[in-house]
């Protein structure tokens, strides 16, 4: 998908994505993250009172930022005019929803191929059916492999109970095994 996203001809399209899954942010808030509220180390985003939701989809005051994920922040452009101007993202998140859903596509093609030129059958539902939103699960999904507890990983993704946060990881039954030896 990164690889169909690159070629997409939006250049914000893999950064959204990388920092989709990196920072665990919900489309809408990644799209409304300001340059202004990155902190002068350039590791979190500071998120005022009045953008941090309310119900089941709150977002931290402070957004951590991995050292990848600030890399990208980095190498960002930065958007001085237009309606994107001061945004950390310069495109409408619909215009990645589209290049989202072409990369998907392509994906899925280029597998099919891959797995027709083996010999081999292409599996029934690898690469559909995926939305952005599965992008955060990933992204929570991976803070637990990184070894955080749910504590730290609800301070990552905004997540006001265990309950909520268990709905969103789902572990690798590898790293489950080599924990448990």
């Given at each position: 998908?990164?690889a ?28 409304k ?8 180390s ?8 009045e953008?941090?939701?309310?119900g089941?989809?709150?977002v ?5 930022l991995?050292?990848r ?28 929803s589209?290049?989202?859903q ?10 099919e ?8 059958c292409?599996k029934?539902?690898?690469?559909q059916?995926?939305?952005w939103h ?6 929570a999904?991976?803070l637990f492999e ?13 997540h ?7 709905r969103c ?13």
């Amino acid at each position: 998908i990164a690889a169909e996203l690159a070629r997409s001809g939006n250049p914000w399209a893999l950064p959204a994505f990388e920092l989709a899954i990196l920072t665990t942010l919900r489309k809408g808030m990644l799209f409304k993250l300001e340059l202004a509220w990155l902190d002068t180390s350039g590791r979190f985003f500071r998120v005022p009172r009045e953008h941090q939701g309310k119900g089941n989809k709150v977002v931290p005051a402070f957004v951590v930022l991995s050292s990848r994920a600030a890399e990208i922040v980095a190498a960002l452009p930065e958007c001085k005019s237009g309606e994107h101007a001061g945004k950390l993202l310069g495109c409408s998140p619909n215009a990645v929803s589209l290049a989202w859903q072409r990369a998907l596509a392509a994906a899925r093609c280029r597998y099919e191929d891959e797995e027709r030129a083996a010999g081999r059958c292409p599996k029934v539902g690898h690469l559909q059916g995926l939305r952005w939103h599965d992008l955060r699960h990933e992204g929570a999904s991976r803070l637990f492999e990184c070894g955080l507890n749910p504590m730290e990983a609800s301070a990552v993704t905004g997540h006001r109970s265990l309950n909520m946060l268990r709905r969103c990881v789902h572990l690798a039954p590898a790293q489950l095994l080599g924990k448990l030896g």
